[in-house]
């Protein structure tokens, strides 16, 4: 057990108490999203925390645990007030994001592609009113390497990063369904990082219905997915 990890285990040891369980084990690992596993060993609860939490203050890492171990006895999670801050922050997304765009392999990281400019996008959105700056601020775009036609938007609020699928980099398609998906992909932007409340719910629905030719939109992206698949 390295440093971290006997650090780890110690910040979430008495959580894991809290909660009725005793711990057995904890240790940092790697993955491309920020989040935990945990399995029954013995009759005691052994943990995995993502390693983005590694040079987090043991508050946050508590906070974090407990919402974590409050599933392993089928309990509503709660995500304290520390650990959100914390995660919200712009000193931990500056630090972090680079890593994650890092492990998200299907990124070009860019947001040029061969015949369409994600920022172009972005800058029709923002003069047609319907996004504003503060929104997207501190926000990544970029294409991605594959064009999935099945899923052609992704966010990551935490790490206020957009990827937008590479099969809309093209000249037939046409700027408005460009414009849609990026707007429904920073629409995640602007609701931020809120673990355990539902990313469509009826203010999203709300605010995506006011993209004018949403219905068209979707109807082509419909028609493009069952000619390609």
């Known amino acids: 057990m390295g440093a971290n990890d006997e ?16 711990l057995g084990s904890a240790s940092f690992y790697r993955r491309k999203e920020l989040q935990a596993s945990w399995r029954m060993n013995g009759g005691k609860v052994d943990l995995m925390v993502s390693d983005y939490l590694e040079d987090a203050p043991d508050g946050v890492i508590g906070d974090f645990s407990r919402a974590v171990l409050l599933t392993v006895v089928n309990r509503r999670p709660v995500y304290g007030g520390e650990y959100l801050d914390w995660v919200r922050s712009d ?6 994001r680079g890593i994650y765009v890092k492990r998200s392999r299907n990124l070009t990281r860019s947001p040029e592609g061969a015949e369409r400019d994600i920022i172009g996008s972005l800058d029709r959105l ?3 009113g319907l996004l504003d700056p503060g929104s997207i ?6 294409w991605t390497r594959a ?4 899923r052609v938007g992704f966010c990551s609020p935490m790490m206020r990063v ?8 093209a000249a ?4 408005f369904v460009l414009d849609y998906v990026v707007y429904h992909e920073s629409l995640h932007l602007a609701q931020g990082y809120r673990p355990g409340r539902r990313p469509h719910d009826k203010a999203f629905r709300d ?4 993209y004018p030719r949403r219905d068209e939109a979707v109807a082509y992206l419909r028609s493009m997915r069952a000619r390609l698949e």
């Open 7 to 22: 650090r780890l285990f110690e910040a979430v040891s008495p959580v894991a108490t809290g909660c009725g369980l005793e």
């Open 91 to 96: 000193r931990f997304i500056s630090s972090k």
């Open 126 to 128: 923002l003069d047609s």
């Open 137 to 142: 601020d501190n926000s990544f775009f970029s």
């Open 147 to 150: 064009p999935n036609v099945a």
């Open 162 to 169: 957009v990827g937008v699928s590479s099969a809309l980099d």
């Open 172 to 175: 037939p398609v046409p700027e």
């Open 207 to 210: 605010a995506e219905g006011k």
